[in-house]
């Protein structure tokens, strides 16, 4: 991918905190600023990455994965800072193991809350089906008393009432 320098700058930058995912974070600031809106697809490869032992991506990258997801899981916990709250125990509860050094540090750009608060839903939403059909009712129930209900409405309130009534019934059987 190629970025315009002015779009980067809007940014705030690549966040330098980040060892391993400081890529993935400009994306997601990205998409929570713009969306698809201004991005372009073109069917050209107009460039190859190898993968070489001596490169950061290339060394030990297996063994170091856990490093990629811990800074994976601080930007989340950044974002998460941004609303306070729900949002944060939602993410502790998910995702237990970040950087934690990361975490106070600024997200590089003043992202719209409404789509953060958005997201973060959204994935809550995503997990606690996830665990509920995988009759993991524990975590189901563990997870929907630390998010804010209240922030959603229609089919997804109902579901996760329906999720937390049947998970409180179902770790008890």
């Known amino acids: 991918m190629y970025w315009k320098l002015d779009v980067i700058r809007e940014l705030n930058g690549v966040n330098s905190s980040f060892n391993y995912g400081m890529d993935l974070d400009l ?3 990205y998409l929570l600023s713009f969306g698809l809106d201004r991005t372009k697809k073109i069917d050209l490869i107009s460039a190859n990455f190898r993968l070489l032992e001596t ?3 290339g060394s030990d990258f297996e063994i170091n994965a856990h490093l990629f997801q811990e800074e994976n899981n601080a930007a989340l916990m950044q974002y998460a800072n941004e609303l ?9 509860y998910l995702f237990p193991n970040y950087k934690k050094d990361l975490v106070n540090k600024k997200v590089h750009s003043m992202l719209p809350k409404q789509f ?5 839903l959204e994935l809550f939403y995503s997990k606690a089906k996830e665990f509920f059909y995988a009759n993991n ?3 189901t129930h563990a997870l929907i008393k630390l998010i804010p209900l209240t922030e959603y409405s229609g089919d997804e309130l109902k579901n996760l009432k329906s999720f937390k009534r049947w998970s409180l019934v179902r770790k008890w059987i």
């Open 27 to 29: 994306w997601k600031r």
């Open 55 to 57: 490169s950061k991506t």
């Open 84 to 92: 306070g709250g729900a949002y944060v125990k939602g993410i502790q």
């Open 116 to 120: 953060v608060k958005k997201w973060l």
């Open 137 to 139: 009712f524990k975590a």
